[in-house]
């Protein structure tokens, strides 16, 4: 497009300047360097132990680069947070490392932290590597009717953002252990019985869709505290949203298959359902809750985040985009 034009010559509009980083997935393999980064069989038999459809292939060619990448950052991480605590004439304490995931409803989120739990515990400095869902936050269904706002499960109002930041915030100043509340997609429900421990890893996975989010504007501000403060690293998973809305009906049809079934389920009336009104109802919940919480409020966090995994419609990674700015 031309801007303007200069003594004859037309000068077209430069673009502004990205800040990502942009490698198709044969730039993004070749990252693995010359290390040579393969899995033992054992490695193998366990990540098939996440899904019967994981691509081990996947696994090799995006995910052990990934797991480069994220130990470069943890190692570098460690040595600055030791100079820091010398500088103080402090004692080295361990604290640790942060990564969140943030992406839509059934994108691939948890899969993808999983991957990255397993593989990241392989490096020799940093084996304990801990896995937290922001589900966990969400207030319990009884909190969410009392205000309204069951249909808006997954909604920024839904979650309680202070407990999370109090939780990112006592596991960062290092103490022995830190707790998280559990939520059950079975009983679509937080378990009031039930807590995930945390004891001191060194890397914290935790994988939710409003993790980049800032919280609700209250009285005119925004929350002094973001939870991305307590972050070293996050990443986006993305795909098109009609990808993205088939993989959630397939995720129903399955569970409607399976533990719909189960008389613990919240969702057992639906497996009186026929395979044609399973999908209808998957349809609705879509357009009524998880497709508009993408659109308003998890999408419009994707560039805050420092690399962002981009899928085709069979799960695999396509692209890769690093921040570099
Ligand atoms: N890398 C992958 N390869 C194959 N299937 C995947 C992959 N990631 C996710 N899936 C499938 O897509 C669906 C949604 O994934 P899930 O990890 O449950 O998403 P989220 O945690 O974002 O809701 C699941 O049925 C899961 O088995
Ligand atoms: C609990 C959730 C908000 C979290 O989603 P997740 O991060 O596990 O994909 C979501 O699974 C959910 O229940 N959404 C409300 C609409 C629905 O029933 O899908």
Do not use: C
Not at 182 to 199: F, G, K, T, W
Not at 201 to 212: C, F, K, M, Q
């Amino acid at each position: 497009m031309v801007w303007f034009k200069l003594g004859g010559m037309s000068v077209t509009k430069p673009r502004a300047a990205s800040m990502y980083v942009d490698l198709d997935r044969d730039a993004w393999r070749e990252l693995r360097a010359s290390t040579p980064l393969t899995l033992t069989a054992e490695e193998v038999e366990k990540l098939r132990g996440l899904g019967d459809r994981l691509d081990i292939q996947e696994v090799e060619d995006v995910y052990l680069p990934l797991s480069r990448l994220l130990h470069l950052q943890v190692a570098s991480a460690q040595s600055l947070w030791a100079a820091q605590q010398a500088f103080l004439g402090y004692s080295v304490r361990k604290v640790p490392f942060i990564i969140a995931i943030a992406g839509s409803v059934a994108v691939g989120k948890s899969t993808t932290a999983r991957i990255l739990q397993a593989l990241l515990a392989r490096w020799p400095d940093h084996p304990r590597v801990s896995l937290v869902t922001t589900d966990g936050f969400l207030y319990p269904n009884r909190v969410l009717a009392e205000r309204g706002i069951m249909n808006r499960k997954g909604f920024p109002e839904s979650y309680d953002r202070r407990a999370l930041v109090r939780f990112l915030a006592e596991l960062k100043a290092g103490r022995d252990e830190v707790t998280a509340p559990v939520y059950s997609h079975l009983v679509y429900d937080i378990v009031p019985e039930e807590a995930q421990s945390i004891r001191q890893p060194d890397i914290l996975i935790l994988e939710g869709l409003n993790v980049l989010q800032t919280g609700p504007v209250e009285g005119g501000r925004l929350p002094q505290t973001f939870l991305s403060d307590f972050f070293d690293f996050s990443i986006y998973v993305d795909a098109s949203e009609t990808d993205i809305r088939h993989w959630y009906v397939e995720r129903f049809l399955r569970l409607w298959e399976t533990a719909f079934r189960d008389e613990r389920s919240f969702f057992r009336r639906f497996s009186e359902l026929t395979r044609e009104q399973a999908i209808a109802r998957a349809a609705s919940v879509w357009a009524e809750i998880n497709g508009p919480n993408l659109a308003e409020n998890i999408a419009p966090t994707r560039s805050r985040a420092r690399l962002i995994l981009v899928k085709g419609n069979d799960h695999k990674v396509r692209r890769v985009r690093m921040r570099k700015l």
